[in-house]
């Protein structure tokens, strides 16, 4: 008696692929935007105006010594 060994495709999915593809486009979107919004530029600019007296504050330390 022979058996023969039974071959299993360990493949992922095609919509799961998809799905995190589109994920991780998203999340990098966002990111970049969220950088961007600190640094003045993009929807998320306002965040700009939060973050300069930090930075300026942090600035100023860093000449003083």
Do not use: W
């Not at 589109?22 to 973050?51: C, D, E």
């Amino acid at each position: 008696m022979t058996t023969t060994p039974v071959k299993t495709s360990s493949r992922t999915p095609p919509h799961v692929v998809a799905y995190r593809s589109v994920t991780a486009t998203i999340a990098v979107l966002l990111l970049l935007s969220f950088g961007f919004g600190l640094a003045g530029y993009g929807p998320f600019s306002p965040l700009h105006s939060l973050v300069s007296p930090v930075t300026h504050a942090l600035h100023l330390d860093r000449i003083q010594g």
